[in-house]
């Protein structure tokens, strides 16, 4: 497909002609004619400095950025198993040479450079290694002051970490024997440069601290920086890191610094300076001890002279108080000793008899006005009492008299008082006809007062209450 050629802009708002709209491309075709031009371009290799840097990105890990330098910027893509086996971190204002190619976007027709390849440029990437590891162990932990071990002022025994073959081991026995021959010192050999330089030091710092010295010195002389990298390796620091023993580095020369350096509890410029700081001068020691041992003779003069004074004042209040406490004492015996009951014993008895007898008549006096008075309110409750009795009963009492009069008017024993009676056959049912009876049937009749025990002796049936008639032969009961 070959790119239209660019139209002049009409001047007024004017409809495309048939011909125009047949030579316009849609937005997939333009996107399209580009993204085949952009690929036939090469690989290309772009120096520049990393500005806004995004990534890893946390569900895909690819990274995203700008590159630029002093005039112009474009945007780069730096997938995710490129940026895995970079070694190094990528930040903002890191100045970097990239490999890669450009590439569309077909979705938003954006143009960005897809990195297959980088490097660090303008510093060593060495030191940039050295500097991201350093950040790595920063952020865990490792450097931080609190973490550090505290070190003995006076370290008795040392064990050096080192190599036994150079003037190192020299010049740290040399020390310690003019500044302060009690040190004792041992050394663990080790090799401190080139290939398996780190795994025989972690070896010599186990070693160094199976013997549990006060302190363990890894010192080495100077050198280049790559001479030094073994002290930048990473298993290395953290064998530092994690020694039971406090350790004291002195390595390289006054501006070398390296990453064992950051870890360690004590960081030395030279080797020199590392046995210095754990053998103070035999003279000064002596002259710390002079210093202290006045300072003790004072400290115990001053504390005897405050101890005496604090006895003399508990010996002053102690006289004060037994002096209050015997005047006291003094005082309590004389007033027993001036009360009567000491002058004349049966004194208590006749006072307590006397308010006996008084208590005793006033009591004789008040029993009969008391009793009055109880009675006299005992009464009164008794009176209170029936009133409210009987006017509590006179509506229950009406209505029991009411009920016994209804009663008794409708009592059967009423109806026989005028002159009839109860027949029950000998089963005890009511005889109520003659139909029930039966010839020498035996009956109990009850009257108004008494009753009788009959037998039937004739049965005769009648059409109603009058023509009924009953002979019945009756004995008394």
């Known amino acids: 497909m070959s790119r239209p050629k660019k139209q002049e802009a009409p001047e007024g708002p004017q409809e495309a002609s048939q011909g125009e709209l047949s030579e316009a491309l849609s937005v997939s075709e333009a996107v399209a004619l580009v993204k085949g031009q952009v690929d036939k371009l090469p690989e290309l290799v772009v120096i520049g400095e990393v500005t806004g840097?995004?990534?890893?990105?946390?569900?895909?890990?690819?990274?995203?950025?700008?590159?630029?330098?002093?005039?112009?910027?474009m945007d780069v893509t730096v997938w995710r198993w490129v940026y895995q086996k970079l070694g190094f971190e990528l930040r903002d204002g890191l100045k970097?040479?990239?490999?890669?190619?450009?590439?569309?976007?077909?979705?938003?027709?954006?143009?960005?450079?897809?990195?297959?390849?980088?490097?660090?440029?303008?510093?060593?990437l060495l030191r940039q290694q050295v500097a991201e590891l350093a950040r790595k162990l920063e952020r865990e932990g490792l450097m931080d002051a609190t973490r550090k071990r505290a070190i003995p002022r006076f370290c008795e025994r040392v064990c050096v970490v080192t190599s036994l073959s150079g003037s190192v081991i020299d010049d740290v026995k040399r020390t310690l024997a003019r500044r302060n021959p009690l040190v004792r010192l041992q050394a663990a050999g080790c090799t401190v440069q080139g290939e398996g330089a780190a795994s025989s030091i972690i070896a010599a710092l186990r070693i160094a601290a199976a013997v549990h010295p006060d302190a363990i010195l890894l010192v080495r002389g100077g050198g280049s920086f790559e001479d030094l990298m073994t002290f930048n390796d990473e298993r290395l620091a953290r064998a530092v890191a994690a020694c039971p023993v406090p350790v004291i580095t002195g390595i390289g020369h006054e501006p070398d610094t390296c990453i064992c350096d950051m870890v360690a509890d004590r960081r030395c410029s030279t080797p020199t300076a590392a046995a210095e700081s754990v053998a103070p001068a035999i003279d000064e020691v002596e002259s710390l001890m002079n210093e202290r041992q006045q300072r003790l003779n004072q400290a115990m003069s001053a504390l005897l002279a405050s101890y005496e004074a604090q006895a003399e004042t508990l010996r002053?209040?102690?006289?004060?108080?037994?002096?209050?406490?015997?005047?006291?004492?003094?005082?309590?015996?004389?007033?027993?000793?001036?009360?009567?009951?000491?002058?004349?014993?049966?004194?208590?008895?006749?006072?307590?008899?006397?308010?006996?007898e008084l208590t005793a008549e006033r009591l004789h006096g008040a029993m009969p006005r008391m009793i009055a008075a109880q009675r006299q309110a005992t009464d009164s409750v008794t009176h209170r009492l029936r009133t409210v009795g009987e006017g509590l009963l006179r509506p229950y009492c009406q209505g029991v008299a009411h009920a016994a009069s209804?009663?008794?008017?409708?009592?059967?024993?009423?109806?026989?008082?005028?002159?009839?009676?109860?027949?029950?056959?000998?089963?005890?049912?009511?005889?109520?006809?003659?139909?029930?009876?039966?010839?020498?049937?035996?009956?109990?009749?009850?009257?108004g007062n008494g009753s009788a025990r009959a037998r039937v002796v004739r049965v005769e049936q009648g059409q109603g209450p009058s023509n009924s008639k009953t002979s019945v032969g009756a004995s008394e009961g």
């Open 406 to 447: 209804t009663l008794d008017a409708l009592s059967p024993l009423r109806v026989l008082a005028r002159g009839y009676a109860i027949v029950r056959d000998e089963a005890g049912h009511i005889v109520s006809s003659s139909r029930q009876l039966l010839v020498n049937e035996e009956l109990d009749m009850r009257f």
């Open 53 to 73: 840097f995004r990534g890893p990105n946390a569900r895909s890990g690819h990274c995203y950025f700008q590159i630029k330098d002093a005039s112009a910027a």
């Open 96 to 124: 970097v040479q990239m490999s890669g190619t450009f590439e569309v976007y077909d979705r938003r027709g954006s143009l960005s450079f897809h990195a297959t390849g980088i490097k660090v440029a303008g510093e060593g």
């Open 316 to 356: 002053s209040s102690a006289v004060r108080s037994i002096s209050f406490i015997i005047a006291r004492h003094r005082q309590e015996l004389g007033s027993l000793a001036a009360h009567r009951c000491l002058h004349d014993p049966m004194l208590i008895v006749r006072d307590r008899r006397a308010s006996l």
